[in-house]
């Protein structure tokens, strides 16, 4: 088998960067073709992976017949549309958390891929990093017992770009940043949410018409209670990006993911201290692991489904914030 | 106060009284008169080890006292009210554990006696005199993180299971995990981001089945002025965890955190243990104890008002109530919660 040849779709994600950086680490993946509506990253990720065939126009790329598999890596709003593209030429794909804006678009993009025998992955990259890998493990062995509440944090930075866009990104800090606790907490304990109250705090940043801060509550199934805290509270100086941690308490013992941790601190003289990351590489072990599901015509880790179980936790919260009351899971949009 | 001396008589000698007791015996000016316990041998015992004058259980005789000024109140929470309202009768000044009751109405009862009676009222929460906390206070209100606007606290240990008759495992001794733990954090957010407007909480009981409290209990709080803040209150870690707390407050221009454990100054490491100390010789609980000695010395409102704590109580009290009925709780609440 020769090359997996791929083809980025939009690096309006800040997310595509690493994954260029990925299929050119990997032997057996070539980044060959690139589409993006916006001709200046256009002609700067071109530029910077040395790929020639630049597209402004999908259909062109998938056309032209060149490559195997796609990356979306759009803004949020825009997945549902290359996604469908991809789909329909038969391309599989990874696609950018959160997998759409809505559930129907989800649902869409689902059906799609299933009609049209293509793999469509979501990037639920923790559910490749080796630490959540680890955490997962320890839980399903029983050595916490049996689950009765999670505390899980996604902090971060404001991402700046279009992620205060209501439209390109579907909303702020609940839309970006729920999903991959709420999609850790569905991978540790098999279970699916059940209810889920919001309150969004005023903003850090005024200036912004999108939510920068957050706290959920939200129960499972199983009545597993858990909190999520999905803000941008971060500050432009934090020595890190932000976090993806996961208190899991049991009734036999307690379990702590803090999965981006492994950090040397370091400071140069005239500037704040940093973390220097020094962790496992998910990026590159979540497209190792699409290259073996194209390969075996196996089930993605990470599946539409999921991307869409995950997609309306965060749904339930922009209700519950606006009705003040807690919301039921299916919800009805 | 007789001859210079502030008279204190301690009642209750269990956990936070033995605490309590081994501050005052440092503080300069005290005159520790009494210890009561209902069981003579442990106020016998406390006599001895801390230098009271008098030991005993007949709990009238001693706070009626005329060299007692004060009366610090440490036993269980539920008889917070008749211990309290007697000492207010005897014309003491005092000052009670938190929470300053498990019901509102008792509260209010409290607070109004020791104002007819022009007597001090303080409830001990802590925190506001506590280094870490205090600081975080400091810096919040000179603006160094900005106006805040989300903010998170836990409290983890395992169940306090040394408790006198496993009073912690009634709802109606003890309130519960939330009323009882989280109420450290709940007032110090209080005090940072003013009053809170709305609770929503979740949480049951895990690891003590056959009690009628709750053991783990989180909660997310709505505050007046726009802040939010997730409070977790767990008594469900296994043994041999640490006692483990967090502070994280994010505003508009900055984020402060700080917990317990990495900033420690101490730590012992023996068979398979990590035991994390923060020592200081004049700590939370010295500064709290001398901060209401100055306010009966100096007739000045005690650092930490009845009123306070009730504000405290009644925002725990929601919690219980948002984890009962599942729904959001608003503030002021209409009623009791705990019968």
């Known amino acids: 088998m020769g090359k997996i040849r791929f083809a980025i779709l939009s690096f309006a994600h800040i997310h595509a960067w690493s994954y260029a950086r990925v299929l050119r680490e990997i032997p057996e993946t070539e980044l060959v073709a690139i589409y993006d509506d916006s001709p ?32 979306i890596a759009s803004e949020n709003s825009k997945h549902h549309a290359l996604a469908l593209a991809a789909a329909e030429a038969g391309k599989h794909m990874i696609v950018e958390k959160p997998i759409a804006t809505s559930l129907r678009d989800a649902d869409e993009m689902v059906l799609k891929a299933e009609k049209k025998r293509v793999k469509l992955q979501v990037a639920f990259v923790m559910r490749y990093h080796d630490s959540a890998v680890k955490a997962r493990e320890i839980i399903l062995s029983g050595a916490i017992g049996r689950v009765i509440a999670i505390t899980a944090t996604n902090h971060g930075k404001y991402p700046g770009l279009w992620f205060g866009d209501p439209v390109l990104a579907g909303g702020g800090a609940i839309m970006d940043h729920t999903v991959h606790v709420a999609d850790l907490t569905r991978w ?21 018409k999108v939510e920068d801060n957050a706290l959920l509550m939200c129960e499972t199934r199983g009545g597993v209670k858990v909190s999520i805290d999905c803000s941008w509270s971060r500050p432009d100086t934090y020595p890190v990006w932000g976090d993806v941690y996961t208190g899991v308490f049991g009734e036999k013992g307690y379990l702590v993911l803090d999965a981006f941790k492994s950090n040397v601190s370091l400071v140069e003289s005239g500037s704040p201290m940093t973390y220097q990351y020094y962790g496992p590489d998910a990026d590159r072990n979540m ?4 290259l073996n599901v194209i390969k075996t015509d196996g089930k993605p880790r990470a599946s539409g489904h999921d991307g869409k179980q995950a997609l309306e936790v965060a749904l339930a919260a922009y209700e519950s914030s606006r009705s003040g009351k807690p919301v039921s899971l299916p919800i009805k949009e | 106060m007789s001859g210079g001396e502030t008279g204190v008589c301690l009642v209750g000698c269990g956990f936070i009284g033995l605490t309590h007791a081994e501050r005052w015996r440092r503080i300069p000016g005290v005159r520790l008169v009494a210890c009561v316990d209902l069981e003579k041998e442990r106020a016998e015992f406390f006599r001895e080890k801390y230098g009271f004058q008098e030991s005993g259980n007949d709990l009238d005789r001693f706070i009626s006292l005329d060299k007692v000024d004060i009366v610090d109140v440490c036993t269980p929470t539920y008889t917070h009210k008749d211990i309290v309202l007697k000492c207010l009768e005897h014309g003491k000044h005092v000052i009670v554990e938190k929470p300053i009751s498990l019901k509102l109405s008792d509260a209010k009862e409290m607070i109004q006696k020791a104002e007819r009676s022009g007597l001090k009222l303080m409830v001990a929460h802590v925190l506001r005199f506590w280094g870490e906390y205090v600081l975080a206070k400091r810096l919040i209100t000179d603006g160094a993180i900005g106006e805040p606007s989300v903010a998170r606290a836990y409290r983890q240990s395992p169940f306090p299971s040394w408790a006198w008759e496993n009073w912690h495992d009634y709802l109606n001794k003890g309130g519960g995990v939330f009323v009882d733990m989280s109420i450290h954090d709940v007032d110090f957010l209080r005090w940072c981001l003013g009053e809170v407007e ?13 009690a009628s409290s709750h053991d783990y209990t989180h909660a997310l709080l709505k505050f007046r002025n726009g802040a939010i803040a997730y409070v977790e209150g767990s008594w469900i870690m296994p043994e041999d965890y640490p006692f483990t707390t967090f502070l994280e407050v ?6 402060l955190q700080v ?58 009290l929601a919690a219980l109530k948002s984890v009962l009925t599942r729904e959001p709780v608003k503030l002021p609440l209409e009623a009791d919660v705990i019968g």
């Open chain 1, 40 to 71: 200046e990253r256009l002609r700067r990720a071109g530029e910077t992976y040395g790929v020639k065939k630049l597209y402004n126009d999908v259909e062109k790329l998938f056309q032209a017949n060149e490559v195997d598999a796609v990356i």
């Open chain 1, 188 to 208: 540790y304990t098999g279970d699916e949410f059940s209810r889920v109250f919001c309150r969004v705090g005023r903003n850090i940043r005024r200036e912004l």
């Open chain 1, 287 to 290: 497209i190792l692991d699409f």
């Open chain 2, 198 to 210: 709305e609770v929503y909480a979740q949480g049951g009981t895990y690891v003590r089945r056959n």
């Open chain 2, 250 to 255: 994010a505003g508009a221009r900055g984020i």
């Open chain 2, 259 to 316: 917990d317990n454990q990495s900033t420690a100054s101490v730590s012992l490491h023996s068979s398979g243990k990590v035991e994390r100390f923060t020592p200081f010789e004049r700590d939370g609980y010295y500064l709290e104890l001398q901060a209401f000695l100055d306010s009966v010395i100096r007739d000045t409102p005690p650092p930490v008002s009845g009123e306070e704590g009730l504000r405290s109580l009644e925002v725990v």
